[in-house]
C-alpha cells in the first residue's frame, strides 16, 4: 500500500504525459488525414472539403435545411455557408426554396444530380478513409471510436 | 470455409464504415479539444495556440531556428512565423540573432523571459489536456499514442 501511494504521484504524471503524447498524435494524425482528403477532393472531383460537408448535411436532410441550421451543424459562418450553397446551386446539385410562412429564409436541398453526386463522392471518400486507416483492425476502429464519442461528450457536458 | 467466404464481403464493408465512423469522431474531438485549448490560451495567458506553437518549437532548439525551420515544423507559411516571431520578441519572449555567414537569416531563440513564460503555459497546457482526455486511462492513452503515430507514418510513407 505504502509502495502504491509513493508511486502515485509519478503515475499520475505519466498518465498525464500519455494523454498530452495522445493528444499531439490525434492533432497530427487529423490534420494530415485532412489534408489528403481535401487533396484527393481537389483532384478527383475539383471539390473541396467544405463543399462536400454541406453536401453530407443536405444528404441527411431530404425535406431541406435552412442556412443557420447548416451553418450551426458544420460550425461554419452564415456567409461561408451561403456562398457555398450559392455555388452548388450554379452547379444544378442545390436547390433553395422558399419557407412557408417566412419570407426571409429558404430551404436548401440536393437536387437529383445532387444526390447522384454525392453517392459518388462519398463512395470514394469511404474508400480514401478506409485507405488511409487501414492500420487500425475493423473492431479496433469501432472501440476507438466509441472511446473518442466518450471524450467528446465528456467535453461538451461540461460545456454546458 | 463456405460461410467465411460468403461474409467476407459483408465484413469487408463494415470494417470501412467502422474506419469511416472513426475518422468522423477523430476529426470532431480534435476541433473540439483545439477549441477548449485555444479558448484558455486566449482566457489564461492572453495568447494564441500559433504563439504557443513557435514557443514550443523554440523551447526545442535552445541554440535558434531560422524562419524557414520554424515555418517547416508548424507548416505555417513564412510571413505568418515572421509575424509571430515579431511580436513575441516585442513581449521579450523571443530574440532574433544574426546567423553567422547568412546575411538575410536570423535566428530566433526563447529569452530567460521566454523559457519561464513557456514552461508557465505548458504545464497548464498539459493539465488541461489531462483532464478534457481523463475519459482515457494513462496505458490505453500511451497505446492509442502508438498506434495514430503508426497511421502518421504509414501516410508518410505513401506521400515519398
Do not use: C, Y
Not at 442556412?67 to 444544378?92: C, F, Y
Not at 478506409?130 to 479496433?140: A, H, I, N, P, W
Request: aromatic residues 4%; without cysteine.
Amino acid at each position: 500500500m505504502t509502495v502504491v501511494q509513493e508511486h502515485s504521484p509519478q503515475k499520475g504524471e505519466s498518465d498525464s504525459k500519455a494523454r498530452l503524447r495522445l493528444w499531439l498524435r490525434l492533432l497530427k494524425a487529423s490534420r494530415q488525414i485532412e489534408a489528403e482528403l481535401r487533396e484527393r477532393l481537389r483532384v478527383e472531383f475539383a471539390s473541396t472539403l467544405p463543399r462536400f460537408d454541406v453536401m453530407a448535411a443536405l444528404s441527411r436532410h431530404p425535406q431541406g435545411m435552412k442556412m443557420s441550421a447548416l451553418s450551426g451543424v458544420l460550425k461554419v459562418s452564415n456567409g461561408n455557408v451561403t456562398g457555398i450553397v450559392d455555388r452548388l446551386t450554379e452547379d444544378g446539385l442545390v436547390v433553395r426554396a422558399q419557407v412557408p410562412g417566412d419570407r426571409r429564409a429558404s430551404l436548401a436541398r440536393l437536387t437529383g444530380k445532387g444526390h447522384a453526386e454525392f453517392e459518388r463522392q462519398a463512395k470514394a471518400h469511404e474508400a480514401w478513409v478506409d485507405t488511409l486507416l487501414k492500420d487500425v483492425e475493423g473492431e479496433r476502429a469501432e472501440r476507438l471510436a466509441t472511446l473518442l464519442n466518450d471524450v467528446v461528450h465528456s467535453i461538451e457536458e461540461k460545456e454546458k
